[in-house]
T-cell receptor
Framework: DVKVTQSSRYLVKRTGEKVFLECVQDMDHENMFWYRQDPGLGLRLIYFSYDVKMKEKGDIPEGYSVSREKKERFSLILESASTNQTSMYLC?????????????FGAGSRLTVL | DAKTTQPPSMDCAEGRAANLPCNHSTISGNEYVYWYRQIHSQGPQYIIHGLKNNETNEMASLIITEDRKSSTLILPHATLRDTAVYYCIVRVSRDDTIIFGKGTRLHILP
C-alpha cells in the first residue's frame, strides 16, 4: 500500500524556534508538495518539488523553506516559528506527467506555535 | 482559470446513493475534473478524475455532462465512513499544481 509518512502528528513549539517537518514517501514519486490547511482558507500550497534538489514556490512560501536531498524525502523548515504559522501541515506526492495531479497525502502534522 | 461551484453541505441517508454536484462552466477543453475527499483529521484522499467520458472505479462514479460544464460524483451506497468534505477540482495553476476550493461537506445520516 502506497504511503506518505509525516514524522510528527502533533508538535508544540515556541515563537522563534526552528521547526523541521519531515515527509517520506515510498512510491518512488517524482513530485512532492507541502500544503497548510486553515479553517475558512482551505488548503494552500507552500512549496513543491519536481525532482531531487529542485524546489518551487507555491502560493504562500513566505516564512518557510524546503529541502529535498533524496527523492523520497521532502522537508519543510520554519526558520523562526511564529504564532501565525500554527496550522495543519499536509505533505503529498505524485508521479510526473499524466498522474501529476493524482496526489497521495500524508495524515498531516498539526503544529501549534506558542 | 477554471473554477468550481459546489454546495457547502449535503445530507444523504446511509445505504442510499450520494450524488455530489459540481459546476465548472469555464472549464477548458483539456482540463480534467478531479475529485478528492477529506475525512476529519486526515489528509485528502484522491477519488477519481475524468476528462469527457464517465468514469467508474471501486470508490465512486464520475458523470460529466456532454458540454463539460458540470459533473456529479456518485457514491453508490453511502456509509457512515463516507462522511467527509468532498472537493471538486478543475483549476490548475500556472505551475500545473491543483488548487483546492472549499468543497461540499457530506453528512451520511444513519
Amino acid at each position: 500500500d502506497v504511503k506518505v509518512t509525516q514524522s510528527s502528528r502533533y508538535l508544540v513549539k515556541r515563537t522563534g524556534e526552528k521547526v523541521f517537518l519531515e515527509c517520506v514517501q515510498d512510491m518512488d514519486h517524482e513530485n512532492m508538495f507541502w500544503y497548510r490547511q486553515d479553517p475558512g482558507l482551505g488548503l494552500r500550497l507552500i512549496y513543491f518539488s519536481y525532482d531531487v534538489k529542485m524546489k518551487e514556490k507555491g502560493d504562500i512560501p513566505e516564512g518557510y523553506s524546503v529541502s529535498r536531498e533524496k527523492k523520497e524525502r521532502f522537508s519543510l523548515i520554519l526558520e523562526s516559528a511564529s504564532t501565525n504559522q500554527t496550522s495543519m501541515y499536509l505533505c503529498a506526492s505524485s508521479l510526473t506527467g499524466f498522474g501529476a495531479n493524482v496526489l497521495t497525502f500524508g495524515a498531516g502534522s498539526r503544529l501549534t506555535v506558542l | 482559470d477554471a473554477k468550481t461551484t459546489q454546495p457547502p453541505s449535503m445530507d444523504c441517508a446511509e445505504g442510499r446513493a450520494a450524488n455530489l454536484p459540481c459546476n465548472h462552466s469555464t472549464i477548458s477543453g483539456n482540463e480534467y475534473v478531479y475529485w478528492y475527499r477529506q475525512i476529519h483529521s486526515q489528509g485528502p484522499q484522491y477519488i477519481i478524475h475524468g476528462l469527457k467520458n464517465n468514469e467508474t472505479n471501486e470508490m465512486a462514479s464520475l458523470i460529466i455532462t456532454e458540454d463539460r460544464k458540470s459533473s456529479t460524483l456518485i457514491l453508490p451506497h453511502a456509509t457512515l465512513r463516507d462522511t467527509a468534505v468532498y472537493y471538486c477540482i478543475v483549476r490548475v495553476s500556472r505551475d500545473d499544481t491543483i488548487i483546492f476550493g472549499k468543497g461540499t461537506r457530506l453528512h451520511i445520516l444513519p
